[in-house]
């Protein structure tokens, strides 16, 4: 087992910036990649970002490229993601998630896949006024 606790969320003004932490506990050993999702109200769980354990590599979706950092500090087990240049539309509760899946190195497309993911945080709001 897994445990992901976020932290960080609140509420900021368009062009502003957050910085979400989720901290690990547990098997952390097992997870081949960390990676965060979001979901807005009324809309499903969407991907945001995700990054490799063994490579360091990252990952994102086109709508946060360029605005939002995936990082990971492994001396605290704690993943984070660095929020620039917020909008309105990125409002959203925002999920940390934990895969063991084997197959990432072999097709990207499956940092991206929510159902790959086995554990997940109970999620932080994220709230941008305009």
């Known amino acids: 087992q897994v445990q992901l606790v976020e932290s960080g969320g609140g509420l900021v003004q368009a062009g502003g910036s957050l910085r979400l932490s989720c901290a690990a506990s547990?098997?952390?050993?097992?997870?081949?990649?960390m990676a965060w999702f979001r979901q807005a109200p009324g809309a499903e769980r969407e991907f945001v970002a995700a990054r490799s354990t063994s490579t360091g590599s990252t990952y994102y979706a086109d709508s946060v490229k360029g605005r939002f950092t995936i990082s990971r500090d492994n001396a605290k087990n704690t993943v984070y993601l660095q929020m620039n240049s917020l909008s309105p539309e990125d409002t959203a509760v925002y999920y940390c998630?934990?895969?063991?899946?084997?197959?990432?190195?072999?097709?990207?497309?499956?940092?991206?896949?929510?159902?790959?993911?086995?554990?997940w945080g109970q999620g932080t709001q994220v709230t941008v006024s305009s």
């Open positions: 547990g098997r952390t050993f097992s997870s081949t990649a």
């Open positions: 998630a934990s895969t063991t899946d084997r197959f990432l190195t072999f097709n990207s497309g499956r940092y991206f896949r929510r159902d790959l993911y086995d554990y």
